[in-house]
């Protein structure tokens, strides 16, 4: 498959999946790479993205089914795509399994000036649901505040209606760590063992 997404010099996505596109509304189909593959949806990169409609299924490059989706958000080089959890109901292509949970939460944008309680209803490694109000207005990318998580944990919105919405999980991109705790031990060493914790802890809901 030969699909260009990066400029000169950028580092390879290692992730980075080959899969098969077809526009589910004019049939035309386009190679491209999906990334952050979770259970509720990925990222496409490829140049010909922009010849698709709202429609699409997906197909791994081994795969033999195609997982109906539908697009989302596009830039001229990427789109953002949610699958049809009731059109792939039967045929299960989660990479990870989900616990159903009830952990009270706090979800912000990048900034702190927007807050929207909510509640997980379920987790995974990779991503979550929450329940709550006001979801509808929820940004792009969003910090998921827990408290016993001890530092917020970034979050891209894969999909939102006003009561719920799909998260994936950054565990790189922790935020907020206090002064007392940064004195205490290396900002490298205490973010692992934090991401590590937190980890643990979804994989125990």
Known sequence: MNVETRKEGDAPDLNALPVLVVDLESLKCVQALAVNFSDWGCKLLGPELGILNKNIGIRLEDDEEFVRGRVTGRKPDYATVVFDQEENGSRDKRREKRY????????????????FPCTITN?????????????????????????????PV???????????????LNWNGMRGMGKRD???KPVAQKKTEQTDAIKLQLSRL
């Open 123 to 151: 987790a995974s490694r990779s991503g979550c649901r929450v329940d709550g109000q006001g979801l509808r207005d929820l940004p792009p990318d969003v910090l998921l505040c827990v408290d016993s998580f001890g530092a």
């Open 154 to 168: 970034v979050g891209q919105v894969m999909w939102k209606n006003p009561t719920s919405a799909g998260l994936i």
């Open 100 to 115: 159903p949970v009830t952990v009270p939460a706090t979800l912000t944008d990048l900034s702190r000036k927007q807050s």
């Open 182 to 184: 940064a004195a205490k």
